[in-house]
């Protein structure tokens, strides 16, 4: 999306390298989820 | 000197480059006040095309606003070479969304389009109580008194301007038109205006037929 | 199986049978009524229970307990709370009680480069502090505005979440969702908030390529926006058009409809169908419609019924074109007339449900007795 306002789980887990494997299973939904609430309210915003 | 028909073709197919290309040119030349009163009659004209190609479903209302703001363009160029009573307008209008209700976008497409008629309108904004239409007329002395609102309750409010203009005895020097989704004939009858439209194009036409 | 589920069942294999392009058992319905409506309807006051929603859980029971329908009859989601906490201009409650939208400015036309070239950017840190006042402060007091409004946001829908969950058991309503996401047309989207009406009319003249390119880069987003948690074709995205009726065709084959098409479709590739508020008169865009996805629902609000199943009954889902202003002039017999007139063109072969041109905003929109006349008139006479 060419923004440094909204990442992706991906986006985010290369910038921080230190999270191992089993802690990536459980953060990964959580930290998209809110991401994604994120998103939507600010469009919704807009719209 | 300018070919007037294409001028009018111009502005009838708002096509602004060249509308505003022919009239740089001709205000460089240092014309006559008459010629430049023959330029805005030419641009008048064009905008007549619009409104025929409006009513031919050709045009629709994005088109008409930007009439109005092609031909704001115009004028704002012809004035040096204009002198002040030439820019006419065919009438005045004082607009405004009536008190209790804050909606403008109709009331906006309804302006730009009466402006591209050659109104002159003065809009009071939103949310507008009686006693603001009633000073501005007093002052202005337009023709017309446009009155806009969405909610239904904007009926009362209407018919309290319209109440507030009888009191102060203006009320028979001006012509009283409503718009918006809540209006009918029945709603018009009951506050006492002119005349109601729920479309802008058509309140323009009313306004028009008021001042010929 | 209670008598209220097994309602529930049916009314929700209506609506199956409609997507899934069978002939339901009758017509199904659904209508819906807006907060404001209900509000009065229950004789409660406007602002109040528009800030105190847990009122509304009364108050939209009032509405399904009189008005039939096969869909929950209401759907409120637009709440004073968090706009009011975002200094918001562009709805405003007035003291009235209503939530009014005026016309907003979010996006200068010189602006247009830096939405093309990073339209969220652009959004987060130019449009959105111009329409919501307490965006334009500094970075704390802003960051705290924006995290009052978000929770007030997800308190809200919460609240009419669960309102609608327990309505939707009591009333056994069916279970189809054609709420389920919410975007716009990437061409409104950049006109109604961001340039406005008379902003957008002059773009398109004075910088069309401009206008072109920012469409476009709209697009991701707001086929991002509409996407639904789960893929269901009984579950729809909502769109709300708007700007096209106001168009030349020329122009519309332009700007509006390539990233029209292209949201609808990547929705629908997703597994989200649409759900279409065709706002004003499509007449002149019945063939574009018509290349949407199969079974894309389109709610019409006026132009020719009979058109409109000809050309696109076969392919797509119908509804709509009952007139509101109908209801509050018209004698019941009249009405139910109407109801009778368009059930005749728009039922037969199915993908037709039932409902008005568009939502009864206030009580005194309608007269009462006659939409409930309407509606009990179809529930019971639109079999198949």
Redesign the interface.
């Known amino acids: 999306m060419n923004t440094k306002y909204y990442k992706t789980w991906e986006q985010y887990r290369a910038e921080h390298p230190e999270i191992d494997e089993k802690q990536a299973k459980v953060m990964a939904p959580k930290m998209q989820g809110y991401e994604e609430m994120m998103f939507s309210f600010i469009m919704f915003l807009l719209m | 000197m300018l070919d007037m028909q294409v001028l009018t073709q111009a502005v009838g197919d708002l096509d602004e480059p060249k509308v505003l290309g022919m009239l740089k040119e001709f205000v460089a030349a240092n014309p006559g006040s008459e010629e430049a009163a023959a330029v805005v009659n030419a641009c008048q004209q064009g905008m007549a095309i619009v409104g025929d190609l409006f009513d031919a479903k050709e045009y629709f209302v994005g088109d008409l606003i930007f009439a109005g703001e092609l031909l704001n363009a115009a004028i704002d160029i012809l004035k040096p070479v204009i002198g002040g009573e030439s820019t006419a307008k065919v009438g005045k209008i004082v607009l405004g969304t009536v008190e209790g209700d804050l909606h403008d976008i109709g009331k906006n497409i309804f302006k730009s389009m009466s402006e591209a008629a050659g109104f002159e309108v003065i809009d009071l904004g939103i949310d507008v109580p009686a006693g603001t239409f009633v000073e501005k007329v007093k002052e202005i002395k337009p023709e017309i008194v446009g009155m806009s609102g969405v909610l239904t309750l904007a009926l009362d409010s209407m018919k309290k301007t319209v109440d507030a203009l009888k009191e102060a005895g203006l009320r028979d020097g001006v012509k009283v038109i409503i718009g918006g989704n809540p209006v009918t004939e029945e709603a018009c009858r009951a506050i006492g205006a002119d005349a109601f439209t729920t479309n802008a194009a058509e309140g323009v036409k009313i306004c028009q037929g008021w001042v010929k | 199986m209670t008598d209220v589920m097994a309602l529930a069942r049916e009314r929700t294999q209506l609506f199956r049978d409609v997507i899934d392009g069978n002939i339901p058992k009758r017509v199904p319905i659904f209508v819906s009524f807006s907060i404001e409506f209900a509000i009065q309807y229950a004789g409660k006051n406007l602002m109040e229970a528009q800030w105190d929603t847990g009122q509304l859980e009364e108050i939209f029971d009032q509405i399904c307990r009189d008005f039939y329908s096969d869909l929950l009859p209401v759907n409120a989601f637009r709440f004073p709370s968090f706009y009011r906490l975002?200094g918001a201009r562009n709805f405003?409650m007035?003291?009235?009680g209503?939530l009014?939208?005026?016309?907003v400015e979010?996006l200068l036309q010189e602006e247009y480069d830096d939405f093309i070239?990073?339209p969220?950017?652009c959004?987060?840190e130019k449009?959105?502090p111009r329409?919501?006042t307490e965006l334009d402060t500094d970075a704390s007091t802003k960051a705290l505005a924006l995290a009052k409004a978000?929770k007030a946001?997800?308190d809200e829908m919460g609240t009419a979440i669960m309102i609608y969950g327990r309505l939707n058991q009591k009333y056994g309503y069916g279970d189809v969702n054609f709420f389920a996401g919410?975007?716009?047309a990437p061409f409104d989207?950049i006109s109604?908030?961001?340039r406005g009406?008379?902003g957008?009319?002059?773009d398109?003249?004075?910088v069309p390529d401009k206008v072109e390119a920012a469409v476009e880069a709209a697009t991701?987003?707001m086929i991002?926006?509409g996407m639904q948690p789960f893929p269901s074709k009984y579950n729809a995205t909502f769109i709300p058009l708007h700007?096209a009726?106001?168009?030349?065709t020329k122009?519309f084959e332009r700007f509006y409809w390539p990233t029209f098409k292209k949201l609808v479709e990547a929705l629908a590739e997703a597994g989200h169908p649409s759900n279409l508020f065709v706002e004003h008169d499509w007449m002149r865009y019945l063939d574009y419609l018509y290349e949407l996805p199969e079974n894309t629902i389109m709610r019409f609000e006026y132009g020719d019924p009979k058109l409109v199943k000809e050309k696109l009954g076969k392919k797509h889902i119908i509804a709509g074109f009952y007139p509101v202003s109908l209801l509050k002039?018209g004698t019941k017999q009249q009405c139910i007339d109407k109801a009778k007139e368009l059930l005749d063109i728009l039922a037969p072969g199915g993908r037709y449900y039932f409902d008005f041109d568009k939502v009864p905003i206030?009580l005194?929109?309608v007269n009462v007795e006659n939409a409930r006349a309407v509606l009990e008139y179809v529930a019971a006479n639109a079999n198949y």
């Open positions: 975002l405003v007035s003291s009235n209503f009014q939208h005026p016309e979010g070239a990073s969220y950017n959004i987060i449009i959105l329409i919501y978000f946001f997800h919410f975007t716009e989207f109604d908030q961001l009406f008379k957008i009319s002059t398109i003249r004075r991701p987003l991002k926006a700007m009726p106001f168009m030349r122009d002039t206030t005194d929109s």
